[in-house]
């Protein structure tokens, strides 16, 4: 099982990354931008990726929609798998028991730097070489999310049919369609608003993992991991998330 140990120096290049550029990215049928200087997983990397977004989304031209979120009786368990997921326009996906064919069945199709049959080996993911995670985008959009999509058999498989280690997206998808995670949390998302719903942090039972404020990171080893970025200085709002299950 690949050690999300590493996840905060990626996480750290990543958020300096967006600091540093603006929208931009690429789009279905046109050439990445290569001035996005972000390293591919290495070989090892085989239990899914668990790394936050590159700084190329793409700019939506509506404003983010504003969620309410569903504060529980009792902060939620984060060894329960059934809270890794994401739900797309009504559409829940849950991440352990997800593979890339889902989220083509709702819409999303790939950028340039893959397609469904493209052949991922085995023990290994599917990567582009400019951003870490495979783009997709909701078709007849500009919007899209990345995606990390493991092969865990011994035996290759084409993309469509590999597993879903990671999801993450930021708000720069707009309106263009509605995409949130367990009890409505996503980009928008003040640190009160998670720590109503995933509890304050503790070193007993997750890690967290901050960078001058900018970063939460719930973490449940063999499970998964919620974590929120890119801290906006005057509303307090995170405006990158990510959800990942342990493959």
Same mark, same amino acid.
């Given at each position: 099982?690949?050690?999300?140990?590493?996840?905060?120096?990626?996480?750290?290049?990543?958020?300096?990354?967006?600091?540093?550029?603006?929208?931009? !990215?690429?789009?279905? @049928?046109?050439?990445? &931008?290569?001035?996005?200087?972000?390293? #591919?997983? $290495? /070989?090892?990397? +085989? %239990?899914?990726?668990?790394?936050?977004?590159?700084?190329?989304?793409?700019?939506?031209?509506?404003?983010?929609?504003?969620?309410?979120?569903?504060?529980?009786?009792?902060?939620?368990?984060?060894?329960?798998?059934?809270?890794?997921?994401?739900?797309?326009?009504?559409?829940?996906?849950?991440?352990?028991?997800?593979?890339?064919?889902?989220?083509?069945?709702? !819409?999303?199709?790939? @950028?340039?730097?893959? &397609?469904?049959?493209?052949?991922?080996? #085995?023990? $290994? /993911?599917?990567? +582009? %070489?400019?951003?870490?995670?495979?783009?997709?985008?909701?078709?007849?959009?500009?919007?899209?999310?990345?995606?990390?999509?493991?092969?865990?058999?011994?035996?290759?498989?084409?993309?469509?049919?590999?597993?879903?280690?990671?999801?993450?997206?930021?708000?720069?998808?707009?309106?263009?369609?509605?995409?949130?995670?367990?009890?409505?949390?996503?980009?928008?998302?003040?640190?009160?608003?998670?720590?109503?719903?995933?509890?304050?942090?503790?070193?007993?039972?997750?890690?967290?993992?901050?960078?001058?404020?900018?970063?939460?990171?719930?973490?449940?080893?063999?499970?998964?991991?919620?974590?929120?970025?890119?801290?906006?200085?005057?509303?307090?709002?995170?405006?990158?998330?990510?959800?990942?299950?342990?493959?």
């Amino acid at each position: 099982m690949k050690k999300v140990i590493t996840l905060g120096l990626v996480l750290l290049l990543l958020v300096s990354l967006l600091s540093a550029c603006g929208g931009g !990215g690429s789009t279905p @049928g046109s050439t990445p &931008d290569n001035s996005v200087n972000n390293s #591919a997983p $290495s /070989a090892s990397d +085989s %239990g899914g990726n668990d790394s936050s977004p590159p700084a190329s989304t793409p700019a939506a031209t509506n404003p983010p929609i504003k969620r309410t979120v569903e504060v529980p009786d009792e902060p939620l368990d984060l060894t329960d798998d059934s809270i890794y997921f994401v739900i797309i326009d009504g559409v829940k996906i849950i991440l352990p028991e997800a593979t890339v064919q889902d989220f083509l069945n709702i !819409g999303f199709v790939f @950028g340039d730097d893959f &397609d469904e049959n493209s052949e991922v080996a #085995a023990n $290994s /993911a599917a990567y +582009s %070489g400019f951003n870490l995670g495979a783009e997709m985008f909701k078709e007849g959009t500009q919007a899209l999310i990345y995606v990390y999509a493991v092969n865990t058999t011994d035996h290759s498989l084409p993309l469509k049919d590999c597993e879903i280690g990671t999801v993450y997206f930021d708000e720069r998808i707009g309106s263009a369609f509605d995409i949130s995670t367990v009890c409505n949390l996503s980009y928008g998302c003040t640190e009160e608003e998670i720590m109503s719903v995933l509890g304050d942090l503790s070193d007993d039972i997750f890690t967290q993992t901050a960078y001058g404020n900018n970063q939460l990171r719930y973490f449940a080893e063999g499970h998964g991991e919620f974590w929120f970025t890119t801290k906006d200085k005057d509303s307090g709002a995170f405006r990158q998330i990510g959800v990942h299950s342990a493959k």
